[in-house]
């Protein structure tokens, strides 16, 4: 399924801080992709007015604090992500995927190895010591895995340091 | 008059939102809470509001005269690099524990006041306030700028090596 011509890449993103990260990284990124900004449909997208939005059911509320609802829930939640994620790789057809966490973009990045795309992670930015949970099961799914604190940089050679996601 | 913006990001944080409520009685001002899943139990006072967003919250935050937030990313980012005084208080209430590493790090560069709720409930919001404007905190240094360039750089050698697996 892969096409190595393809020219659309996905970015993946929970709400809040992850969202934020998502629109300073548009920001800077360069014409040669059509972005694509997948996350989840509960959260606000006011300032994303001119980019390419597919949006999915949030996922990342049920993580954040453990009940039986919310496990249920959450069980409900993934497996409808995984059917849009198969569903949105095989309509776009993306050359890259980058995640930037939380948990929604795992089921991509899973999936999108299967089919030869360039799988990127990049850990958030509030990570000094220790990689999120997300990280750690994104790291099995990404070629490379980029670290936004370089004080993380000692934790695993794969790891990559470009600079931090912040606004000019 | 005394306002204060309480910032929760998108996040529970019932705690900090019935603080709210408490120093609403403290207060002549007003204090405006951004809670996006506010479902704990509070009282209303004609002086406390509570909303979903703030879509202009880089406009509200200079505009009050304490800024309390949890300690997302998003929002202690945000406050960082437009200096304003804030007070951090870590949200525990989460699952996971990404906000104590930020808190760590606010902590051990000097950058802003981090407070445990408990903490919070022990001052008086006069207090809060004058601890957050005598007390000195050292400026937010940007790091690195992230180089889109090079990160596109690594991408494409990331390709180059996989095809030739």
Redesign the interface.
């Known amino acids: 399924m892969s096409d190595k011509k393809s020219k659309c890449a996905f970015i993946i993103c929970g709400e809040g801080g992850h969202l934020e990260q998502a629109r300073i990284f548009l920001k800077s990124v360069t014409r040669d992709l059509d972005w694509i900004l997948i996350t989840e449909n509960d959260t606000d997208l006011s300032r994303f007015e001119k980019q390419n939005i597919e949006l999915v059911s949030p996922v990342s509320k049920y993580t954040k604090n453990l009940n039986i609802i919310n496990n249920f829930n959450f069980i409900i939640s993934v497996a409808r992500l995984i059917f849009r994620a198969c569903y949105y790789l095989y309509k776009y057809k993306p050359s890259v995927i980058v995640n930037l966490g939380p948990f929604i973009g795992l089921p991509f990045l899973a999936i999108a190895t299967f089919l030869n795309v360039r799988t990127v992670h990049i850990e958030t930015r509030s990570r000094f010591q220790t990689i999120s949970r997300s990280g750690k099961i994104a790291y099995y799914f990404s070629k490379v895995f980029f670290v936004q604190n370089p004080t993380l940089l000692v934790l695993n050679q794969k790891f990559k340091y470009v600079g931090r996601l912040e606004d000019d | 008059m005394t306002n204060i913006l309480i910032t929760t990001?998108?996040?529970?944080f019932n705690s900090l939102c019935e603080l709210g409520s408490k120093w609403g009685r403290q207060i002549q001002g007003r204090i405006i809470i951004q809670d996006k899943?506010f479902t704990g139990n509070h009282e209303v006072l004609p002086n406390v509001s509570s909303v979903r967003?703030i879509?202009n919250i880089e406009y509200y935050v200079n505009q009050v005269d304490l800024v309390v937030t949890h300690c997302?990313?998003?929002?202690?980012?945000?406050l960082l690099?437009q200096d304003i005084r804030f007070v951090v208080c870590p949200n525990y209430?989460?699952?996971?524990d990404?906000?104590i590493?930020?808190a760590?790090?606010l902590r051990n560069y000097q950058l802003a006041p981090v407070k445990s709720i408990v903490e919070l409930n022990n001052y008086e919001i006069r207090d809060l306030i004058e601890i957050s404007r005598r007390d000195r905190y050292n400026k937010y240094v940007?790091?690195?700028?992230?180089?889109?360039?090079?990160?596109?750089e690594?991408?494409d050698f990331?390709?180059i090596d996989?095809n030739s697996e």
């Open positions: 990001g998108t996040t529970h899943e967003w879509k997302g990313a998003g929002s202690v980012f945000k690099q209430e989460r699952s996971d990404h906000q590493e930020l760590g790090y940007r790091p690195r700028q992230f180089d889109m360039l090079e990160f596109m690594i991408l990331a390709s996989n």
